[in-house]
């Protein structure tokens, strides 16, 4: 990053982070990650638990593709903590799809910011099968009794 570019980005305090992610989503339509991608570093990896993406140009297409895939999608945070070069935020996101009920998900995201302020690598963490079937009349039973019976 270049000096002009660092002097625009202000560093990602708790209100700031705040305003940021809760501007990304809205009620009314897609969200708009395009505000928050200066703070992702060239060279972050992302994972989560079905990917892991490497590169700011990967990283924004697959975010570009949950946008695709979604008619709505919404974000709740419910906390965040900001520590040194860590960011931790809780969260629900509700992706709404066509001819489907609205999907909750909840899970917590850790980024960690590189020396320049901009985030160098990010883990989302969520049980996305657990609250997908949760709206799936057969599988909201299945699903848990499944998960007793493996893991006890």
Known sequence: ????????LAPLTKSRFLSLWTKTYNKTGK???????PYYHENIIF????????????FVEMCNRLTDRCERLE?????????ENEVFMEWKMTMIFRKTPNTPIFG???????????????????????????????????YPKFMFKLFG
Not at 1 to 8: G, H, L
Not at 31 to 37: A, E, G, V
Not at 47 to 58: L, S
Not at 117 to 134: A, S, V
Request: with cysteine.
């Open 75 to 83: 974000m709740e945070i419910s906390s965040v903590v900001v520590a």
């Open 108 to 142: 917590c995201s850790k980024m960690t910011l590189g020396d320049d302020g901009r985030i160098i690598k990010q883990r989302d963490y969520y049980d996305l099968w657990g609250d997908i079937f949760q709206n799936v009349p057969i599988m909201k039973k299945l």
């Open 47 to 58: 994972q989560d638990t079905v990917q892991t993406i490497e590169g700011k140009e990967p």
């Open 1 to 8: 990053m270049n000096e002009e570019q660092s002097d625009k």
């Open 31 to 37: 969200p708009d990650w395009s505000h928050i991608f």
